[in-house]
């Protein structure tokens, strides 16, 4: 019979990555599903970005999760497509239902201190964000439903206040309007 006494142990996670997470505007604690990102990297060869497409299915589009969350690495982009040091941009292509696309595109890249093996990679103006394996990016919309309370107060020819009861005014018709800059 062979024992065993465990007297330490550790884990130690290897993340080579990083998540976005789709939130409402008002509130980051509410994660938006079905949101679809395309993904772009930098390709020096072509002096441009270039569509960044999934191993499985070979698709652009990247769609969140039940909780809200797209992994960026080397399992969910094809390992020829994931690099350190390297420039990439997401860019919204189709919100969730009942919310507005999302912002402008997000640009970073996934710093690594050894230059050397991970050759920097990116446009002269670059001046995106940098991120370390395993940190998020959090992406808002804004509700396409937005809550509006009414106050009405109803007065006289004078000016002066007045009480008025729900049956003796059958309906109350307004006007919203909005200004487009």
Known sequence: KLE????????????????????DAESDGIFLEKARFNIYIWNEEQNDYIIVHHPDNGSADFMTDVNGMIVIDGS?????????????????????EGY?????PYYFYIAHENATAYRPSMPSNFTGHALTSGDIIYRDNVSELT?????????????NAITVFADQIPSVTLELWQTLE
């Open 100 to 104: 507005f696309l999302g912002p402008e």
């Open 76 to 96: 969910t982009v094809d390992l020829d497509q994931f690099a350190y040091n390297t420039a990439y941009y997401i860019v919204e292509v189709e919100s969730p």
């Open 4 to 23: 065993l006494e465990v007297k330490k142990s550790s884990a130690q996670a290897d993340t080579k990555g990083i998540m976005i997470y789709k939130v």
């Open 147 to 159: 809550e509006i309370t009414v106050e009405k107060y109803w007065r006289d020819y004078n000016g």
